[in-house]
């Protein structure tokens, strides 16, 4: 049995070779991942067994890529939903349980109604039963406060915090860019 081009995405690779992003995995599907070899932008590290074909044309299916060009990492992460999720690794940062990202919501530390601002060091994620009890009220009147303080994360620490997350599929070929290999055994 042929596995399908759509099972088979490439890692793509950072010019260090680094993953470009842990989480979400920075993975191409194979049209881009092919287009990206014929505008040589990257090099091919590893392949899958899987080949596509035209009658002029055959061309086994990358498994890792490494772009050329090294592409800086932003020093300063986006504010955004995804991120703070990522900051906090997706735990309640009140009674420390980790949820699926549609069951998280947003508290603001200081509320809003207070004066609090939507910022990276206001703002933390919580499960809906702690944001509902700890409502409007400050830290000192709920007697809740977060688990660690809220700051702005440097892109470096979300990687970090994204690298806990391990797909559900990983190809061989990519454990040894990733962090989730076994560990080597020092013999
Ligand atoms: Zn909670």
Redesign the pocket.
């Known amino acids: 049995m042929m596995a399908s081009p759509e099972s088979c995405p490439a890692l793509v690779l950072n010019a260090d070779f680094r993953p470009l992003s842990y989480f979400p995995l920075s993975l191409w599907p194979w049209q881009e991942a092919i287009k990206a070899v014929f505008l040589d932008r990257v090099n091919i590290i590893s392949e899958y067994d899987r080949a596509v074909r035209s009658p002029s044309f055959e061309m086994r299916l990358p498994s890792v890529l490494a772009l050329k060009e090294f592409v800086p990492l932003n020093r300063r992460p986006a504010f955004t939903r995804f991120n703070v999720f990522l900051r906090d690794s997706f735990a ?1 940062q ?2 420390c ?1 980790c949820c699926p990202t549609h069951e998280l919501t947003f508290d603001h530390v200081i509320p809003r109604s207070r004066g609090g601002r939507t910022t990276w060091t206001n703002v933390v994620t ?2 809906q ?2 944001n509902l009890l700890k409502g409007n009220r400050l830290p000192q009147q709920s007697g809740m406060f977060p688990k660690s303080r809220p700051v702005q994360p440097t892109t470096f620490e979300l990687q970090e915090n994204g690298r806990a997350f391990p797909p559900n599929y990983l190809h061989e070929s990519w454990r040894d860019f990733l962090y989730w290999d076994t560990e080597l055994d020092p013999s």
Do not use: F
């Open positions: 309640c009140y009674c349980r919580a499960c039963s702690c």
